[in-house]
């Protein structure tokens, strides 16, 4: 397979992304189109506690979920929805427990697509359960994600996804000691290479089975930031890094859709208005409805430009307002609708603009991650866009620049903590080498004595 490496925008301008509209639209499951032109509620859910315990607990539990939210969304009118099955390690694992557990989820969803003719979809997400120290490449893990893969494929899975976790050990290493070198080669370089290595074999997977390859997260490294960086008043990580850190995910999240990936990406993926900038695929996006799971500081902004909107997850148990799975989907329906109606009366960038500023100076995360910023992240990383390393390099320098333009504009404030922080991660930046292999060589050389994880054979390296 040969890699379409994006040297150039998709879209003309940032004006032309909003919610709801790409121009590479994806038909999956029963009737559905993603991204064109209207936004479908995505509900996740994870298994019960003990169902782990069997693959018969695994299939009731999911069984129970997906009847649980059809028929929420048919007492409610919902026009189309998808489930996302999010395995725990369980369900990837063992090969039958995948397929039990699809095709119950699925028989659900055509339940409902047959008596009440709603568009309904089943993303699949396999676990990443490879640790670099083990193997990424052939150990026991990484055949029995291909496995799984290809069970969901068979039994009713409408995309694929998986949140890969190459790099990990070495942007965990930058992230908790503000390293940005080993941010910048965890995420932009290993990341990429892992990304690579696996959606080559997701997309062939895909297609063998006539299923959509859907996209990827970096859920496991600039998640990790954010989630380290907190709130307003949390000092941990710097905030000022975890927009760098997401501003590089950008890059590294887009080489699923250069390996063939369609979207819709997965939902943790903040970086994705990066990754729309660029291919103009659809996105999955979770913000002020993803509460049940986390907090962020752009629970508005990020709705912006999404085409299929999440809750995270959330524990299947009962709430008040009914079962987890019904509850979190109508929440979902009601902000699909809005975003959905704002199109058809023609109000539907006002709406973007509105869902964007009000979180846009909030932090440097909202600042870099808003869409017109994020146009201009994209098109720094198209204009290097052959190269993973410095594409990802000019990725972090524009998020930079981005954040030091709202603060000269008096629309942002930083502390002196996060200050100092940018204009360190500037000059380092900066003084990097310009050469790919140069700076790998410094990188092996530097964390293969500091990261004892970290095995740069597993990368080709």
């Known amino acids: 397979m040969v890699l379409k490496r994006f040297t150039k925008m998709e879209n003309a301008s940032a004006d032309e992304m909003v919610f709801g509209q790409t121009k590479h639209p994806v038909k999956m499951g029963l009737d559905q189109v993603m991204g064109g032109g209207d936004v479908v509620p995505n509900i996740k859910v994870a298994p019960a506690e003990g169902s782990e315990e069997s693959i018969d607990g695994l299939e009731a539990t999911s069984k129970n979920i997906a009847f649980a939210a059809c028929e929420r969304a048919a007492a409610i009118g919902l026009p189309a929805m998808q489930i996302e099955t999010e395995h725990v390690q369980q369900q990837s694992i063992s090969r039958e427990a995948s397929e039990r557990c699809t095709a119950v989820t699925f028989e659900e969803l055509e339940k409902l697509h047959d008596k009440f003719g709603a568009k309904v979809s089943l993303m699949s997400t396999v676990a990443d359960m490879r640790e670099e120290e083990n193997g990424l490449r052939g150990s026991e893990f990484d055949i029995a994600m291909d496995e799984s893969f290809e069970a969901c494929a068979q039994n009713g899975a409408s995309m694929l996804c998986i949140e890969t976790i190459g790099g990990k050990v070495v942007s965990d290493y930058g992230i908790s000691r503000g390293d940005v070198r080993a941010i910048l080669y965890g995420i932009g370089v290993l990341g990429s290479i892992d990304m ?94 993803a509460t049940c799971a986390h907090s962020d500081l752009m629970g508005n902004l990020a709705a912006a430009v999404c085409d299929v909107w999440s809750n995270e997850s959330v524990y299947n148990r009962e709430e008040m307002g009914g079962p987890t799975p019904g509850v979190w989907l109508q929440s979902l329906g009601c902000e699909c609708a809005l975003m959905n109606t704002a199109t058809q009366i023609g109000t539907n960038k006002q709406l973007r603009d509105t869902y964007a500023l009000a979180d846009k100076y909030r932090d440097p995360q909202g600042v870099i991650l808003s869409y017109d910023n994020a146009y201009e992240i994209g098109k720094a990383i198209t204009a290097e866009g052959e190269d993973i390393y410095l594409r990802s390099r000019a990725a972090a320098l524009k998020a930079i620049e981005l954040i030091n333009d709202a603060v000269d504009q008096n629309r942002i404030l930083l502390t002196r903590f996060e200050r100092d922080t940018l204009d360190s991660t500037l000059k380092t930046y900066e003084q990097l080498p310009d050469d790919k292999d140069k700076f790998i060589k410094t990188c092996i050389k530097r964390y293969g004595r500091k990261v004892k994880e970290h095995d740069p054979s597993q990368y080709e390296l």
């Open 196 to 289: 690579e290595y696996m959606w080559t074999k997701i997309v062939d997977i895909a297609k063998r089975n006539n299923v959509v390859p859907g996209g990827d997260t970096d859920c496991a490294q600039a998640n990790t930031a954010m989630f380290l960086a907190g709130g307003l008043t949390s000092k941990n990580v710097s905030h000022t890094i975890a927009a760098v850190a997401r501003a590089i995910a950008g890059a590294r999240s887009l080489v699923a859709i250069e390996c063939g990936a369609q979207g819709p990406t997965k939902d943790c993926g903040y970086e994705n208005p990066i990754v729309k900038s660029i291919a103009s695929v659809p996105i999955c996006a979770e913000g002020k409805n």
